[in-house]
């Protein structure tokens, strides 16, 4: 069974930094799949924010491009985003997940694991 465990969410005034982890047990790393970041800001759907693949290959929603960088450590079993010039619209529960696909890295669907979450408020 996956379990995957998030930490490091907070809040943080605008421009700051965080870094999110995410400690997967019981996850088979496989080729073709992915894991990635979720986040859904209250009363909104959940976005793919970033993914990677086994290969290395990452994926990013257009607005955090350049901002965030996600990251796995395979040894430590845990995956990491690591979020600079945070805004006031990248406030919501922030959710990783394992098992996608690669072909859909971003979509919520192609992903059988989640995490319960971690909140981050980013205030102005």
């Known amino acids: 069974q996956v379990q995957l465990v998030e930490s490091g969410g907070g809040s943080v005034q605008a421009g700051g930094s965080l870094r999110l982890s995410c400690v997967a047990s019981?996850?088979?790393?496989?080729?073709?799949?992915?894991m990635g970041w979720f986040r859904r800001p209250s009363g909104n759907m959940r976005e793919g924010v970033a993914a990677?693949?086994?290969?290395?290959?990452?994926f990013y929603v257009t607005s955090v491009e350049g901002s965030f960088t996600i990251s796995l450590d395979t040894a430590k079993n845990t995956l990491f985003l690591h979020m600079e010039s945070l805004k006031p619209e990248d406030t919501a529960m922030y959710s990783c997940?394992?098992?996608?696909?690669?072909?859909?890295?971003?979509?919520?669907?192609?992903?059988?694991?989640w995490g319960q979450g971690t909140q981050i408020t980013v205030s102005s």
């Open positions: 019981g996850y088979t790393y496989t080729i073709g799949s992915c």
């Open positions: 997940a394992a098992g996608g696909r690669s072909y859909m890295p971003l979509l919520e669907p192609g992903y059988s694991s």
């Open positions: 990677i693949l086994t290969d290395g290959s990452t």
